[in-house]
């Protein structure tokens, strides 16, 4: 089962960090190695507890749809999403926030299960995990540049 521990500083306030990463408008879109738009529940605005939203994308050449829902929530430190259907066997994305001088610094924590069992764990070694990694910082600096932006 991997697990993905990605650090990004930013220097923003802790309120406006956490509030742009559950923003679901702000993963939506074109990332670099993906492009991702919010196809039910909640498709645009912050998402708060309980909330679902159905993501549809393209990895590997292949369109998917994957629904999370936010299971835990502390305001402004930490909210964790849990998948509730998609390609992988399970996933939990636990997103934390503390507040550092001139910023904050904001941690991912994201493990998963591969389907498919030992197939999925061969995949993992070969390319899924780095790939993991890579979607993950790229959300995280997305998110830092758009809460910099203004902070000039």
């Known amino acids: 089962m991997p697990f993905i521990y990605h650090v990004t500083f930013i220097q923003a306030p802790i ?16 990332f670099l190695i993906t492009s991702q738009k919010a196809v039910d529940g909640v498709t645009t605005g912050l998402m708060e507890l309980n909330d679902q939203v ?18 835990r929530m502390e305001k402004p430190y930490l909210f964790q999403d849990e998948m ?7 996933f939990t994305h636990t997103h934390r ?10 941690i991912d924590q994201f493990i998963y299960v591969s389907p498919f069992g030992i197939l999925g764990q061969i ?3 070969l390319f899924l995990e780095k790939y ?21």
């Open 84 to 90: 509730v259907s998609g390609i992988f066997q399970s």
């Open 132 to 152: 993991m990694r890579k979607f993950i910082q790229l959300q995280a600096e997305n998110i830092k540049r758009i809460a910099e932006m203004d902070n000039d």
């Open 54 to 71: 159905t993501w549809e994308t393209s990895h590997f050449g292949f369109k998917q749809r994957l629904t999370s829902r936010i299971t």
């Open 15 to 30: 309120e406006k960090c956490f509030n742009l990463t559950r923003m679901v408008d702000v993963h939506a879109g074109k």
């Open 123 to 125: 995949v993992d070694c």
């Open 97 to 106: 926030f503390h507040a550092v001088n001139g910023g904050t610094l904001m």
